[in-house]
């Protein structure tokens, strides 16, 4: 495999021919934030949290998705970026209904470590506050819709790991939601295995486990990752 | 296959004509107002007559000026012998001998006058005007059958010289020479991005693969958009022609085409259309008696406006759901299931024949230097003639709003055109001289686009436009990015609480950053292109934006209808209404 050089934020590194631009700013030490995205799984593309600048083109482009080339300039880090991802984040918490001092997932949540860090300190648009639902219906889990960023994480999972492909979107728009097999109440989802790996994808608290309180899920990311690591590199963890 | 001859089929169509012909519209525009009750009429009242040798009863395609419909058009071969009373020529069409009259409004009982006439008796029926400035200012490149071909006889077509082109490039064109003839043309892509259509092709045919799709897009849903509609309800064949003919030049034995559910007639002329062309050889193995095999079969959308987007339209095509995914890779490399695609748009494939037919020359004759060829628009809004309009490109505005248009309804002023849909933007009066070509609108912030064109007069205001558009585009996102699935909704809010001058400088400020923001961030062209109409109000009517806001007099205030009550906001207003309780 051939192996191109490129800059990331003025700093030159190696990448395989082939790599995404994520893949090879990883693998280069460079954090580029993501939210939709999560190793193992393919790219979805929709948080856009990962845009990059790359020098000669007028476009944005998805980190997760682009391929590198050789001397591509690429810029993670500027105002702009910044600011965009900044807007992202206010728009999430202004289109659900997120409220981390009583939610299951505070402290461990993706999106608030996400607003910290791109140091949100309020939000300059309305709450929609839209009604949503809440699925218990599983004997294990429980799904929040209100606390759902609709990152596909998911979907993915349970097609792409699990092979169960139980959870998929319906609805379009801010209408769009995650669906159970055929939007049945998910403890009637005749496809799901009750593996639980939905529940340790999830970035936010839309998909707890049962029994948990205040601040208590911790998605058990480390056991996904070792799966992982057992499909695509054949390494068992034993 | 049987090897079929064009000419003998086009000779037998053309020796069984009568000499006198009736020519009603039955696209879409006309049924609805009615084209069906006086087409049964016309055809009961030649039978009750007696008149069927000399007088045959035709249903056609679009004749442009939808809103007088429903049109006809009435054909006399000898018109010095006729008994049809002619006295006033006015606005006819000569030719040697023959004439042709057109009327307006065309229901039962004037239909019935019209038929009495052939029997030298008065006709009373509201007499149309071939001669006025809506039909001189145009051209005739795509739309040359419509009006004139019936959709539903393949015969029909090939009288009128189709299927010549496929014909000739099976026999007499290498592939390389057919893509060669339509990049010398300088035909650019018609559903809105206008991306040179023969450097497509060649890229699509230069990715090697044992199969290839060739697709048509034909899920038009740009509100007052309907040119691709007309299109396939008046002239299907020359579609399928254009697709046969790209199948050929890129090695591909399959197309599809994508037509959008709302469209009925559509959808059904196409099957008619594809079964006949099936029957007669032109489609399907071994067309022309040539080793050349193309199948084209049909696909309907379920109503989401995304789905016109390429790589939505791949993945609702391939069964799945229709959202977008980045580019690249791109469909010419990538598409369906894996293979190179080329995918265009209906107006594209339309004009496929008629440049392997009259050579590319006389195609890149029109048009300016860098848009080639003609447009079909659809003028809508507050006009005084609204309907189908082709014209070169590098038309200047004023001519197609003013001289084909009419203008503005009476009283009124005609404040700007709004270009390319949901896409575009809005083009002020001071700007009409500009001519309507990719690269002219592009740099006043608008995009041609697919061919709506909206004309709004001073009882239009701006930021309900803005809103009106904005409303369509939330609707409409599929919700796979964030930009376009939350950022709509709130951009939607601002352009609401402007309207309702509850707004000030800093929601302004705020509607400005965030239409930049979803513009630069969306993942598909809908997202991206989004907040366009917004933004280009903003440059060129803020001051109708900044009366509106709270610090403004609220006596220089605007005080005009809205295009929609509250009570048809959007889905997510409504939700977030009902959990508010207000």
Not at chain 2, 200 to 217: D, I, L, P, Q, R
Request: include cysteine; charged fraction near 20%.
């Amino acid at each position: 495999m051939s192996v191109v050089t490129l800059t990331i934020n003025q700093q030159m590194i190696t990448a395989n021919a082939g790599d995404t631009i994520l893949q090879a700013a990883k693998d280069a030490g460079i954090k580029i934030p993501t939210l939709c995205y999560l190793d193992g799984l393919s790219a979805h593309g929709g948080c856009r949290i990962c845009l990059v600048e790359i020098a000669g083109s007028t476009k944005l482009q998805p980190a997760c998705f682009m391929k590198v080339a050789e001397g591509m300039q690429i810029n993670t880090e500027t105002h702009k970026l910044k600011e965009y991802r900044k807007m992202i984040v206010e728009l999430l918490f202004a289109e659900g209904n997120h409220t981390c001092s009583i939610c299951v997932a505070n402290n461990h949540c993706e999106l608030q470590a996400m607003a910290m860090a791109v140091e949100m300190d309020h939000d300059r648009f309305d709450y929609i506050h839209p009604p949503k639902e809440i699925d218990i219906s599983h004997q294990r889990f429980g799904i929040d819709h209100n606390r759902c960023i609709l990152c596909t994480r998911c979907v993915r999972v349970c097609d792409e790991i699990e092979g169960a492909h139980t959870w998929d979107v319906a609805g379009r728009g801010g209408l769009a939601k995650v669906i159970a097999d055929l939007d049945q109440p998910w403890g009637e989802a005749d496809s799901c295995t009750s593996c639980g790996k939905c529940f340790m994808a999830c970035p936010t608290g839309a998909i707890f486990q049962k029994g948990d309180s205040v601040a208590q899920t911790e998605h058990p990311r480390n056991k996904l990752e070792s799966l992982v690591m057992a499909k695509d590199k054949k390494q068992w963890h034993v | 296959m049987l090897k079929i001859d064009l000419e003998e089929i086009a000779s037998k169509e053309i020796a069984a004509r009568k000499p006198n012909r009736i020519h009603c519209c039955t696209a879409a525009g006309c049924l609805s107002a009615g084209a069906e009750e006086g087409f049964e009429q016309f055809q009961k009242e030649v039978d009750r007559l007696g008149l069927t040798d000399t007088v045959q009863v035709a249903k056609v395609g679009c004749m442009r000026l939808c809103c007088q419909g429903p049109l006809v058009k009435v054909q006399i071969a000898d018109s010095t012998n006729s008994p049809f009373p002619i006295e006033d020529k006015h606005g006819t069409i000569q030719n040697n001998n023959q004439i042709e009259i057109l009327f307006h409004q065309v229901h039962a009982e004037s239909a019935k006058s019209i038929v009495a006439g052939f029997t030298g008796q008065k006709v009373e029926a509201v007499r149309g005007d071939f001669q006025s400035p809506f039909f001189q200012n145009q051209v005739s490149v795509i739309l040359d059958n419509s009006g004139n071909v019936e959709p539903e006889r393949i015969e029909s077509y090939i009288a009128a010289k189709g299927y010549k082109g496929l014909y000739q490039v099976l026999h007499h064109f290498s592939l390389d020479e057919v893509i060669h003839e339509i990049t010398r043309s300088g035909l650019r892509g018609r559903g809105g991005a206008a991306y040179p259509t023969g450097i497509k092709w060649g890229t699509v045919a230069k990715n090697k693969s044992e199969k290839k799709y060739v697709v048509c897009n034909a899920d038009e849903g740009d509100p007052g958009a309907f040119m691709n509609r007309s299109l396939l309800e008046s002239d299907p064949h020359r579609v399928l022609e254009g697709m046969a003919i790209a199948g050929y030049a890129l090695g591909s034995s399959q197309g599809y085409i994508y037509v959008r559910g709302e469209y009925p007639l559509a959808v059904q002329r196409l099957q008619i259309a594809i079964t006949q062309a099936n029957r007669l050889g032109i489609l399907g193995t071994r067309i022309f008696g040539t080793p050349f095999d193309f199948r084209i079969d049909l696909r309907t959308g379920a109503g989401a406006f995304v789905c016109g987007e390429e790589t939505a339209l791949m993945a609702s095509i391939m069964g799945q759901r229709g959202t977008p995914t980045p580019r690249p890779p791109y469909p010419a490399e990538h598409g369906l299931w894996g293979m190179p695609t080329l995918l265009n748009n209906v107006e594209t494939y339309g004009n496929i024949a008629a440049i392997i037919r009259n050579g590319s020359d006389w195609f890149a004759g029109m048009g300016t230097q860098t848009s080639k060829g003609t447009k079909v628009f659809c003028l809508t809004g507050n006009v005084v003639n609204t309907g189908l309009v082709e014209v070169p490109l590098g038309t200047p505005i004023h001519k197609i709003v003013y001289d084909i248009g009419g203008g503005a309804v009476e009283g009124n002023t005609i404040k700007a055109v709004q270009t390319g849909g949901p896409s575009g933007g809005c083009i002020p009066a001071e700007m009409f001289d500009v001519p309507v070509d990719y690269d002219s609108l592009a740099k006043l912030g608008s995009i041609l686009g697919s061919g709506g064109m909206i004309a709004l007069d001073n009882t239009n205001r701006m930021v309900d436009v803005a809103r009106f558009f904005m409303q369509f585009c939330m609707d409409e996102s599929c919700g796979k990015c964030i930009p376009c699935r939350a950022g709509t909704v709130q951009i939607h809010r601002l352009l609401r609480k402007i309207l309702a001058g509850s707004a000030d400088h800093a929601d302004l400020d705020r509607l400005e950053q965030l239409c930049v923001m979803v513009k630069d961030t969306s993942l598909c062209g809908l997202g991206q292109s989004a907040p366009n109409p917004t933004l280009s109000t903003l440059k060129y009517f803020r001051s109708e934006y900044e009366s509106l806001l709270k610090e403004s007099d609220s006596t220089q205030r605007i005080n005009l209808p809205l295009l929609c009550s509250s009570a048809q906001m959007g889905n997510q207003e409504q939700l977030s209404a009902e959990t508010k309780g207000s």
